[in-house]
């Protein structure tokens, strides 16, 4: 055991792992590594202790966790997390997109699960140990990355439900991935959720909080039942304006050529602020499109695809990136959004996000963070 650089005040234990895969292996799993269901040869925990704060940090082999059948995440859902991905460069460098966005998100989220902040440091601190170790892992076809997904569970054990839990863990774990969905960039179709309510004004739609998730369940598959790859959430009160799909950002598009602009639906507490969906805010207008923040309504998005005033629809966030939305169904019937294909605007804002994520196009805002 030896320890790495020191990182807000912790140095980080390295335990390298025994078992890890060859190149060979490796190599055949980055040939075709689906998405979330192989993972490196290593995982970061750090622990924390109420009193006396963030400890024990260490690089150690992927393994199962050992925790107590009382572990108060078990039962009382004390559970956040993120996801980001690192990116192989074409000059062999390894980088990640916008991670400090990702760690004042994760304390964004820790707040509001009375959850202890993270240093935003010892976030970064976090992956590069681990992308030090494992970047044989990031891949290096175009289109194919490494998932990082940071989490963190409370550990206390007992069943009282009075307080927050004392004790935490923070791990970093990471797969290699490509396309989120089978079909790249083929359109999805989405099932416009009037049953179910992914969040209340007041509630934790804005925290990237495990409940949300599993939550959303039921409503993602009774989107499947209906023929569709995707729920979209609407509002609580109403149940009329639109909110997000899934776990991904909306946008929806009005005009076109150079009259085209953008919207999304506005931050509200009960959605969640993607990191995709702020840097397209930003990046839309460096690319001459309009961008903004409103509200939608059911009846204004069916109408608007009707008269050909809306012209494109898609869904952002780190996993898929960029997807566009082709056909909508609800309890009032179906409608096709333009005619059905990858819009031009979508498609031109996917390319320039994509490009300065795996470095083929210049990096002109400082999204970007080299790891090694």
């Known amino acids: 055991m030896n320890s790495s650089t020191t990182t807000s005040?912790?140095?980080?234990?390295?335990?390298?792992?025994?078992?890890?895969?060859?190149?060979?292996?490796?190599?055949?799993?980055?040939e075709n590594p689906g998405f979330g269901t192989v993972f490196t040869d290593h995982m970061v925990t750090i622990r924390y202790t109420e009193g006396t704060g963030w400890h024990d940090a260490r690089l150690e082999p992927y393994a199962p966790l050992q925790l107590d059948p009382a572990t108060a995440a078990l039962h009382y859902a004390q559970e956040i997390f993120e996801g980001l991905k690192a990116y192989r460069h074409p000059d062999g460098s390894?980088?990640?997109?916008?991670?400090?966005?990702?760690?004042?998100?994760?304390?964004?989220?820790?707040?509001?699960?009375?959850?202890?902040?993270?240093?935003?440091?010892?976030f970064i601190g976090s992956i590069a140990t681990l992308l030090?170790?494992?970047?044989?892992?990031?891949?290096?076809?175009?289109?194919?990355s490494l998932y990082l997904r940071p989490f963190m569970i409370a550990t206390d054990v007992g069943l009282g439900v009075n307080n927050p839990s004392r004790t935490y863990l923070f791990l970093v774990i990471a797969s290699p991935a490509g396309s989120y969905f089978k079909g790249g960039v083929a359109p999805v179709t989405v099932w416009l959720s009037e049953d179910y309510t992914r969040a209340?004004?007041?509630?934790?739609?804005?925290?990237?909080?495990?409940?949300?998730?599993?939550?959303?369940?039921?409503?993602?598959?009774q989107a499947v039942e209906k023929g569709c790859d995707q729920v979209v959430w609407l509002d609580a009160v109403e149940h009329r304006w639109v909110e997000e799909m899934g776990g991904m950002n909306l946008f929806f598009v009005f005009g076109s050529g150079p009259e085209a602009r953008?919207?999304?639906?506005?931050?509200?507490?009960?959605?969640?602020?993607?990191?995709?969906?702020?840097?397209?805010?930003?990046?839309?207008?460096e690319l001459g499109v309009p961008a903004s923040e409103g509200r939608l309504s059911t009846d204004q998005w069916r109408e608007g695809a009707a008269s050909g005033e809306l012209t494109e629809v898609f869904a952002c966030g780190t996993a898929a990136v960029i997807t566009p939305v082709g056909h909508v169904k609800s309890e009032?019937?179906?409608?096709?959004?333009g005619d059905g294909t990858p819009g031009p605007v979508t498609m031109r804002l996917r390319e320039e996000l994509v490009g300065r994520q795996e470095g083929t196009r210049a990096d002109s805002d400082g999204w970007i963070h080299r790891f090694a």
């Not at 980080?12 to 060979?24: E, G, H, M, V, Y």
């Not at 304390?107 to 010892?122: C, F, G, H, Q, W």
């Open 132 to 144: 030090e170790h494992d970047a044989d892992w990031v891949p290096t076809t175009p289109g194919n």
């Open 262 to 285: 953008i919207m999304t639906p506005e931050l509200t507490g009960t959605l969640l602020p993607g990191v995709t969906r702020d840097s397209l805010l930003k990046l839309a207008p």
């Open 94 to 122: 390894i980088a990640c997109f916008r991670p400090d966005v990702n760690a004042t998100r994760l304390n964004t989220s820790a707040r509001r699960i009375a959850m202890p902040d993270l240093p935003e440091e010892l």
């Open 9 to 30: 005040g912790l140095a980080f234990d390295i335990q390298l792992s025994q078992a890890r895969k060859t190149p060979q292996q490796r190599a055949e799993i980055l």
């Open 332 to 337: 009032q019937g179906e409608f096709t959004i």
């Open 200 to 221: 209340a004004p007041g509630g934790t739609g804005a925290a990237k909080f495990a409940g949300n998730y599993a939550a959303s369940f039921a409503a993602q598959s």
